[in-house]
């Protein structure tokens, strides 16, 4: 998410910065914004909107050699003209710009205003040019001052910082978010993803995390944390600018799906104290929790198979009464609605018609809302009284899967949070604590199992039909599975609770029809098992997805996730699907990213 563009040479520019972020407007964007030095001064334009709003405020004259340029996706602060970047400090000697998010920003600015500082947006990202104009000020060394200034950010951060006090040079720090230098004959430059440089250069340099830069129009230097030099070891990137808008991958679902660890980390970023949730949010929230008599989860679509599996989670670690409704339906379904409900909404949007119409009438009955969405100073998230981010980013394929998986996590430590107030302790919280910290470990683990999931999506290249099934946590896996495939491959894919199947649908097994099965849970894996061979012995092709324990030499086809608490299988198992249906689309040739007849956004009812 964002964008980062960074130019010093012997050639204005303003050139590079703007074709810089117009090739990542890909990743994803709310205001934009550049700052220029012109050895006097620094000149700074940006406003809320696209690049093209930017580009009316220059002029196309414009031959400073030094600048720094940003596309916002907002995290703190709505989109606005006061919140984009770039942020200078009072005097307006320092310009700074930011991606990622730093965790301990509140008590960092709460600080500073101690020492007289004045902050002129809602963004994390000010406290950064205030620092450095902190540190700067105690000792007018710009490389020590940077130096000293990252040392006390928690959380994840690529920055780049120019000066009136050196008007050529631009300063880059980065951990755990992407940033390239590059040079050529013109100057050295930085960005935050490859595509804005390989119109200049195809030799990169990706920085590492714990590494400073410092960019004069004809060198780069390199340092870690400790001021030591380091050297610059070039790589070729092999890769046109339209590839490489995908990161090399074929297309932006695959791209998203690789995401998947990374946006899972930063949605849980900052979110455990020990065995303790941190929701600051949802603490001061003015409701009395222990009169809270009705729970419902609503959302639409993938968002409402996480709310399914949200709502299991509620029943199993709370014992209070709760459903799970479509927002569709939500009005329609004489709902009990009053001051001692709770009502929790979920969107990757924030702008879902269905779910917008259920939020008002829960809060016309005066309900106690929460939304889960990933897009800031969106309509769902600026009307409940709560709201959780989950740090996806932008999602461009239109089926989603990060922001799925991201929904999975923050809704499971929401229940966790909840359960707290309620003063329930959960069984097994510390393992459960555990494994939701190393769940961007795991999902790297699964997404190595690509090349059995694109083997096993053979079996549906002459298939029109298939069927998930799973029992408890595993049926909303299924649920998603069915709902991935037909998405993007137009198979007709149904998904079963596991013992539903002789109810009905196994009248439509027959010989080599393809049945994906989840058998996560212990309790009930027996159980699913037997119902798995009452489809083999009608002639289906199986696929069972199981934990690493269990016994499963009758069949053929067996993809095994990381050891995890069963109540979070469901993460590894949805990458698994996505692998699956992603495959299975490519076997039919279909256009992944932009299926038939669907929207990123309903919003329509």
């Not at 479509?326 to 879902?352: D, K, M, W």
Request: with cysteine; proline share 4%; charged share 25%.
């Amino acid at each position: 998410m964002c964008g980062i563009t960074g130019f010093t040479g012997s050639q204005p520019a303003l050139p590079f910065l703007l074709q810089g972020l117009s090739r990542l407007e890909y990743r994803g964007y709310d205001s934009a914004g550049i700052t220029l030095v012109n050895g006097k001064a620094l000149r700074t334009w940006k406003t809320k909107g696209r690049l093209a709003q930017l580009e009316e405020l220059l002029s196309k004259d414009l031959a400073e050699s030094c600048g720094i340029g940003h596309t916002r996706w907002a995290t703190h602060g709505v989109p606005s003209n006061m919140n984009a970047h770039p942020h200078m400090n009072e005097e307006e000697t320092i310009s700074v710009v930011h991606n990622g998010i730093v965790e301990n920003y509140a008590e960092l600015k709460e600080e500073l205003m101690e020492n007289g500082y004045v902050f002129h947006s809602e963004t994390d990202s000010e406290v950064i040019v205030q620092l450095l104009d902190y540190y700067y000020n105690e000792k007018p060394v710009m490389k020590e001052a940077l130096l000293k200034t990252v040392k006390r950010l928690t959380g994840s951060y690529a920055v780049c910082v120019t000066t009136i006090f050196e008007p050529d040079t631009i300063y880059v720090a980065k951990k755990e978010s992407p940033m390239v230098l590059g040079q050529s004959p013109e100057g050295t430059f930085c960005a935050s993803d490859a595509p804005a440089l390989l119109e200049y250069t195809r030799e990169i340099y990706p920085m590492q995390d714990g590494q400073i830069a410092i960019l004069n129009a004809d060198r780069i230097d390199l340092f870690d944390l400790k001021g030591k030099r380091q050297e610059l070891k070039w790589i070729h990137f092999p890769y046109d600018i339209q590839s490489a808008q995908k990161g090399g991958y074929d297309s932006y679902m695959m791209k998203e799906i690789h995401e998947q660890p990374s946006a899972i980390r930063e949605t849980l970023r900052g979110r455990f104290h020990g065995n303790k949730t941190v929701m600051p949010v949802i603490d001061q929230l003015d409701a009395d929790w222990d009169s809270i008599t009705n729970t419902y989860f609503i959302a639409c679509g993938t968002a409402y198979h996480a709310c399914i599996y949200a709502e299991i989670l509620y029943r199993r670690y709370t014992g209070k009464m709760s459903s799970v409704i479509p927002a569709s339906e939500f009005r329609y379904s004489n709902p009990s609605l009053n001051e001692h409900t709770l009502c929790i909404f979920v969107s990757q949007s924030g702008e879902t018609a269905d779910t917008l119409a259920a939020l008002r009438l829960a809060k016309s009955k005066g309900c106690i809302t929460i939304s889960v969405v990933n897009v800031l100073g969106s309509s769902i998230s600026r009307q409940t009284d709560a709201v959780l981010y989950t740090a996806a980013g932008p999602e461009i394929a239109v089926a989603s899967t990060k922001a799925y998986t991201t929904q999975l996590v923050l809704l499971h430590v929401l229940v966790l949070k909840l359960a707290e107030l309620y003063g329930i302790r959960v069984r097994g919280i510390s393992r459960l604590i555990r494994d939701l910290r190393h769940l961007p470990e795991i999902t790297e683990e699964v997404l190595a199992k690509e090349p059995q999931m694109k083997e096993l999506a053979k079996m549906l290249k002459d298939q029109k039909d298939a069927y998930f099934i799973g029992r408890q946590l595993d049926y909303p896996t299924a649920l998603e599975g069915a709902l991935k495939l037909k998405e993007i491959s137009y198979v007709h894919a149904d998904a079963y609770y596991a013992g539903e199947l002789k109810h009905g649908p196994i009248a439509l097994i027959e010989e080599n029809t393809v049945v994906t099965a989840m058998a996560t849970q212990p309790e009930i894996a027996a159980k699913t098992i037997s119902n798995i061979k009452e489809t083999v012995a009608r002639g289906a092709r199986v696929i069972l997805i199981t934990d690493p324990f269990m016994s499963a030499q009758e069949f053929e086809y067996v993809v095994r996730i990381p050891d995890i608490s069963p109540e979070l299988a469901a993460v590894p198992c949805a990458v698994l699907l996505q692998l699956f249906a992603y495959y299975g689309a490519m076997e039919k040739g279909c256009d992944i990213d932009k299926p038939r007849n669907l929207a990123k956004s309903v919003t329509v009812e």
